[in-house]
């Protein structure tokens, strides 16, 4: 049975940092892409970020370019999700999730296109 367990939310000021992690147990990580997700209070669930289980090659949602970073540890069965200059717009909860399909050749980035989901952890931005 596939389980991923997020962690590393919290309450930040804006402009703060946060390090997300999900470890991962009953599948081998290295053959799926991995993705992060969020939903805001009345909100419907979208993506945030993606990372491939083949050369690494990552996605993001404009709304978090070049503040979020993706990242992945096969070893670890891990992946993470660096967070910098958070806004409070970033709050909401934060989930990981894999691909549906393993070896996909390209990076999906819609929630139906993954399974197999956390329970999430919660992200908070103050102004």
């Known amino acids: 049975q596939v389980q991923l367990v997020e962690s590393g939310g919290g309450l930040v000021q804006a402009g703060g940092s946060l390090r997300l992690s999900c470890a991962v147990s009953g599948r081998t990580l290295s053959t799926y892409t991995m993705g992060w997700f969020r939903q805001a209070p009345g909100k419907e669930r979208e993506f945030v970020s993606a990372i491939s289980w083949s050369d690494g090659t990552t996605d993001y949602a404009d709304s978090v370019k070049g503040r979020f970073t993706i990242s992945r540890d096969n070893a670890k069965n891990t992946i993470y999700l660096q967070m910098n200059s958070l806004k409070p717009e970033d709050t909401a909860i934060y989930y990981c999730?894999?691909?549906?399909?393993?070896?996909?050749?390209?990076?999906?980035?819609?929630?139906?296109?993954?399974?197999?989901w956390g329970q999430g952890t919660q992200v908070t931005v103050s102004s």
């Open positions: 999730a894999g691909d549906s399909m393993p070896l996909r050749m390209v990076v999906v980035t819609t929630p139906n296109s993954y399974q197999s």
